[in-house]
């Protein structure tokens, strides 16, 4: 069965760093497009950074410059490596699997067709 697990979370204080890991199993994880998402409360989910199964990466303009996707594929493990975190940065991240749209790789929920249970984000002032 796939499986996606974040880790990672916590709180921390603006400017400061974390990185969330996102370990995957049972699939072919080296050949499908992984994505970060979040949602604060009371906002729609986003997206936040993807990466390609040959290891292009896209991030959203909120976070460029500050945020870093990156893959392990002989960990199956996908990473977010989140620096100069402000408040706006307090949500629930999410790690995502494309099992919808092989082959394809861009920012829309609904490829993504498997989900982690999430890792709580907070950021105080």
């Known amino acids: 069965q796939v499986q996606l697990v974040e880790s990672g979370g916590g709180s921390v204080q603006a400017g400061g760093s974390l990185r969330l890991s996102c370990a995957a199993s049972?699939?072919?994880?080296?050949?499908?497009?992984m994505g970060w998402f979040r949602q604060a409360p009371g906002k729609e989910r986003e997206g936040v950074a993807i990466i390609a199964s040959g290891g292009s990466t896209r991030v959203a303009d909120s976070v460029k410059g500050r945020f870093t996707i990156s893959r392990d594929n002989a960990k199956n493990t996908l990473y977010l490596q989140m620096n100069s975190l402000s408040p706006e940065d307090t949500a629930m991240y999410y790690c995502?699997?494309?099992?919808?749209?092989?082959?394809?790789?861009?920012?829309?929920?609904?490829?993504?067709?498997?989900w982690g249970q999430g890792t709580q984000v907070t950021v105080s002032s």
């Open positions: 049972a699939f072919t994880y080296s050949g499908s497009c």
């Open positions: 995502a699997a494309n099992t919808n749209e092989p082959g394809y790789c861009y920012f829309a929920t609904w490829i993504f067709g498997v």
